[in-house]
């Protein structure tokens, strides 16, 4: 990888081989675990200016209709966040001539008050080709990180690093793309109908401008493609508006949607079982699972062109025409291979290739299965391998180690799925951003229950590994050493466990949910596990902390192992009122649904802990909390504290199941109805 300076460019032709495709990331990364950044990609002609709002890519507008350009949205790593976009650069009109990469901030912070601002560009195999650090941030609120642009027939690199004081709205503005002055005002009823919203009169959502509820286009498969679905699929009249992320406007009509609500059954009674598409209960053995995993999978992708889209851009696949195939023969000296799926993509009489590895029920991937098929995709000129198991990949960790010929002019990108992300995107796809018809949205729900269901092997990350038991007698027998290797991997399985948690948190709210990594810059992740396993020895406590995107909530998830309780808390600020009595009520008030046992505690100025309780005894008698030494109120931790499974798998007794449901019942019980936990809304200038 290349490591450039501001101001200086670097041509990507001469830097790989393989550049029809890149991958740009943005990063940063803060010690305290607070600050974010919108990433926006412009398009723009000779003259520096954009056409229209088709030419911005941002948080609500994601995707351009000739898939040149996707959002591809934040994964955590090792010391922060990353923003991802792909770029296919032979779908990029010619009057295109810049692509400029950006990012704003929001809420009063600064891009100086983030660490480590760094942009990379990647080819379409996921190898890193050229990096640019920005050192110089301070005060700006939007930055142009560096942008792609044309010299004749190749493709250069500008590293840019300019920032604006003017946040998003300065930035737009020098491109000449102005921002409505107000994006959260409402539009009257009849803009709304000449937008193509709900008749005049009737109640509707609010029409945002048009650059802010435009959503990515896609292309429909054909008719002939699903002759049966259309006559199966639920009616367009059963479906409700998308719902959307609580800082964007609604997506638009044409986006439908499935009811999270089902509509009343018509069986007589529970034991009738409704008809599905994709069946599980005959399943018995490892190897049925897999290959019906993979066919359903795989034939889904096809067929619902925003899903395949989703699983496969950030792995350098172009937008174009995808064909999938199951158990397809390969030559691989005396003795053929079979992979399980095989993905293709037809571009402009281009192909990229893909050969599909599958797991399920837990079952590890094996490094010579997959060493196999590298060599077969390198030897065929094929693009990637994807492997896909109930596993989470970690930064920074391979999921199986396979060695890449370096001799080899041809590259393949090695990736790697989970099932909790195929469920995840399935379901921020029926739930909350919507497809192109009816019958996309009853294929992805057909799709999701099978991936839900006990019998199916896919529910994702299931097994805190072999060491988990050793680890956690160690910690009953205070016998655990700090330096124990076993209490590294119990970490790391921990980790894996968190981003779980994160998807399927994700996926029901329709935001997303990201753990907090509080690291310096420059850390190392191996370091960093290291020293989370020494506390693992030393308190026998699990800790994590997960950010919903969008808001201001943090959650702190806690697994004491020496006491068999999972706490979820959350902090939140004393409401504003002219006497502490008052805000007290207030807090109250806000909580009147939540659980009994909800333990709440005062968080003060002063020294020493504050007044604490659970609600039920805290409901008549407000007044307690209030700290008697007279120090000034600035917050309360809200926490619950359940039980948590012993076994190290996913069954109903199971760590991983206890952690997720703790989560899960927590947000919904109480941080749900939190109003001082605000989200963003609109576009931030």
């Not at 007044?611 to 007279?630: A, H, N, S, V, Y």
Request: charged share 25%; aromatic share 4%; glycine share 10%.
């Amino acid at each position: 990888m290349q490591e450039i300076s501001k101001g200086a460019n670097v041509s990507l032709t001469a830097l790989s081989e393989d550049v029809g495709a890149v991958v740009v990331s943005l990063g940063w990364s803060s010690a305290s675990g607070a600050g974010d950044a919108d990433v926006s990609v412009l398009l723009v002609d000779e003259n520096g200016k954009v056409r229209d709002e088709n030419d911005f890519y941002f948080y609500n507008h994601t995707a351009a209709a000739d898939g040149s350009v996707q959002l591809l949205g934040k994964t955590p790593t090792d010391n922060g966040d990353e923003d991802r976009i792909s770029v296919d650069l032979t779908a990029v009109r010619a009057d295109v001539a810049r692509i400029v990469i950006a990012a704003s901030q929001y809420g009063g912070t600064c891009f100086g008050d983030l660490d480590d601002l760094r942009m990379t560009v990647a080819d379409r195999s996921g190898e890193q080709l050229v990096r640019f650090a920005i050192e110089d941030a301070g005060v700006e609120t939007a930055f142009i990180f560096g942008e792609l642009y044309r010299r004749g027939e190749e493709w250069k690199f500008r590293a840019v690093g300019q920032g604006y004081e003017t946040g998003l709205t300065g930035l737009t503005n020098d491109f000449g793309h102005a921002l409505p002055e107000d994006p959260d005002e409402p539009a009257s009823a009849e803009e709304a109908v000449e937008a193509g919203g709900p008749e005049a009169g009737a109640a509707a959502p609010a029409a945002a401008p048009a650059a802010a509820v435009r959503a990515p286009d896609t292309t429909a498969a054909p008719a002939a493609a699903l002759p049966a679905v259309d006559a199966l699929a639920p009616a367009a009249t059963d479906t409700v508006p998308a719902q959307t992320r609580g800082r964007a406007p609604r997506t638009t009509k044409k986006k439908i949607t499935l009811p999270r609500v089902p509509r009343t059954s018509l069986a007589e009674n529970d034991s009738w079982r409704p008809a599905r598409l994709f069946p599980v209960p005959s399943l018995k053995s490892d190897g049925e699972r897999e290959v019906r995993a993979t066919s359903v999978l795989l034939s889904v992708m096809a067929q619902v062109p925003e899903l395949g889209r989703r699983l496969t851009a950030g792995f350098g696949a172009p937008a174009g025409r995808m064909e999938t195939f199951t158990e397809v023969s390969l030559p691989h000296g005396d003795t053929p291979r079979r992979p399980d799926g095989v993905i293709r993509v037809e571009r402009a009489g281009k192909l990229w290739t893909a050969l599909l590895e599958t797991k399920t029920n837990g079952n590890p991937l094996k490094a010579e299965q997959v060493q196999q098929y590298m060599d077969i995709a390198a030897r065929r000129g094929y693009e990637a391998v994807i492997t896909l198991s109930n596993d989470v990949a970690l930064e920074g960790a391979a999921m199986v180690d396979v060695k890449i010929d370096g001799r080899r002019k041809h590259k393949v990108g090695l990736w790697h799925l989970s099932w909790a992300e195929v469920a995840h995107q399935a379901q921020m796809l029926i739930r909350h951003e919507g497809v192109g018809n009816a019958a996309h949205a009853w294929l992805l729900q057909e799709l999701l229950e099978y991936l839900q269901h006990d019998n199916s092997g896919c529910h994702g990350f299931q097994n805190m590994g072999a060491a988990w038991v050793p680890v956690r007698k160690g910690i009953e027998d205070e016998t655990l050493g700090a330096d124990d290797p076993r209490a590294v991997e119990v970490v790391g399985s921990w980790e894996r466990l968190i981003r779980q948690v994160c998807l399927r948190l994700g996926g029901e709210l329709g935001q997303k949910a990201l753990p907090v990594q509080r690291a310096r810059k420059g850390s190392d992740p191996g370091a960093r596990r290291a020293a989370a396993a020494a506390r693992l020895a030393a308190e026998g406590r699990l800790s994590a902390e997960l950010r919903i995107d969008g808001t201001s909530v943090v959650i702190a998830v806690s697994a004491d192992l020496r006491t068999a309780k999972v706490r979820t808390s959350v902090e939140v600020p004393a409401p504003e009122a002219a006497y502490p009595l008052v805000g007290a009520k207030r807090l109250l008030k806000l909580l009147a649904e939540a659980p009994a046992d909800l333990h709440v505690e005062t968080l003060t100025d002063g020294e020493g802990p504050g007044p604490r309780g659970t609600l039920e005894r805290l409901r008549p008698e407000p007044g307690d909390l209030l700290p008697r030494d007279g120090a000034a109120v600035t917050g309360f931790r809200l926490s619950l504290i359940k039980g948590m499974g012993s076994t190290r798998g996913n069954t109903e007794s199971g760590f991983i199941r206890s952690v997720d449901d703790a989560v899960a019942r927590f947000h919904q019980a109480v941080v749900a109805h939190l109003g001082a936990t605000e989200g963003r809304t609109g576009r931030r200038g």
